[in-house]
């Protein structure tokens, strides 16, 4: 049975009237919706099914959200969108925070993240075309300043390789020295075979992650920043790889050994160079979280800084 839609006038509107707490909510909204978005780049169309987290801010005089409305105004803009596709996740997300506060007038803040599954068409070592599979992510913020609206948006990526540990192998490098000597090779020997024989390491599954603020009236590739944290690592995973293929990219990851903190370091590099044309304040959270293997615990470093100070550090420290 329908409910008569006439009685809603004759009802409380529960949300407006005064909680019995009147304490302000940070956040308040709707977590893990589902949906199949579209984005154009150029003569491409990527199709994502991303989960999209909503929130505004609740005033202290106000009990509740009007939480229908979020998923409402997420179809609207949707069903908009048919026709005038979307470029750039961010621009979705700042979308959906504009018409947020537009939904909410009691909030002065709003709040959007996407997070989504996203596939890059690569090279795998034999040639092949394989897609690997990545995490995009894009958040945006919306809050009220006086009669303007500030936005802050962000775009990421997280991106799984692996790395090669170079303290260890440094301790192999030895053990394999001391052993040559006591088979009586001569020094200038050892050190040859040495340097032109793979010398094992433990390896660990290391996720990359980059997260980087957008100014308006800039872009990025999503597709740099994956390619930033592949080269950073010691070696990248693959979809697909056969035998002869694994032996290669284990023997050139033994060769470029990090640790963790190296490649978020690399990243960090890389990633000022890329995007110094961006204002100097641009904010930026490059981390590297490794799975380590003959540890029962994981490893994690991490940045959060801007681009001017990363860029200062490099030229005053390299000098």
């Known amino acids: 049975m329908s409910y008569p839609i006439e009685l809603l006038d004759r009802v409380t509107d529960i949300q407006t009237i005064k909680p019995k707490i009147p304490v302000k909510l940070t956040r308040v909204?709707?977590?893990?919706?589902?949906?199949n978005l579209q984005i154009t780049s150029g003569k491409d169309t990527l199709s994502l099914i991303p989960m999209i987290d909503l929130f505004v801010d609740l005033p202290s005089?106000?009990?509740?959200?009007?939480?229908?409305?979020?998923?409402?105004?997420?179809?609207?803009?949707l069903l908009e969108e048919m026709d005038t596709k979307t470029?750039?996740?961010?621009?979705?997300?700042?979308?959906?925070?504009?018409r947020l506060l537009d939904k909410h007038t009691y909030s002065n803040r709003a709040e959007v993240r996407l997070k989504s599954d996203y596939i890059t068409i690569n090279k795998s070592p034999q040639g092949k075309t394989s897609q690997e599979p990545c995490k995009i992510l894009a958040s945006v913020t919306a809050v009220r300043k006086n009669s303007n609206i500030v936005v802050n948006r962000t775009v990421g990526v997280s991106v799984v390789g692996f790395t090669a540990c170079p303290c260890t192998q440094n301790l192999l490098q030895a053990l394999a020295e001391d052993r040559l000597r006591k088979l009586e090779y001569e020094e200038?020997?050892?050190?040859?075979?040495?340097?032109?024989m793979p010398l094992?390491?433990?390896?660990?599954?290391?996720?990359g992650t980059i997260i980087m603020q957008v100014p308006k009236g800039f872009s990025l590739d999503v597709e740099d920043l994956v390619e930033i944290i592949g080269a950073s690592m010691s070696g990248q995973t693959h979809a697909v790889l056969k035998r002869p293929s694994e032996a290669s990219v284990v023997i050139d990851a033994h060769e470029k050994t990090r640790f963790t903190e190296d490649v978020v370091r690399e990243m960090l590099k890389t990633l000022a160079k890329k995007y110094s044309n961006f204002p100097s304040d641009t904010r930026i959270i490059?981390?590297?979280?490794?799975?380590?293997?003959?540890?029962?615990?994981?490893?994690?470093?991490?940045?959060?800084?801007?681009?001017?100070?990363?860029?200062?550090?490099?030229?005053t420290n390299s000098s």
């Open 29 to 35: 909204g709707v977590k893990n919706l589902k949906l």
């Open 61 to 77: 005089d106000k009990r509740g959200v009007h939480l229908s409305r979020d998923p409402e105004l997420m179809h609207e803009i």
């Open 87 to 98: 470029n750039r996740v961010e621009d979705f997300c700042e979308n959906i925070a504009h």
């Open 188 to 196: 200038a020997d050892v050190k040859k075979i040495v340097k032109n």
């Open 200 to 207: 094992a390491t433990h390896t660990q599954r290391t996720t």
């Open 286 to 315: 490059v981390q590297a979280h490794s799975l380590e293997s003959v540890h029962k615990h994981d490893i994690m470093a991490e940045r959060v800084s801007t681009l001017e100070e990363i860029l200062n550090e490099i030229n």
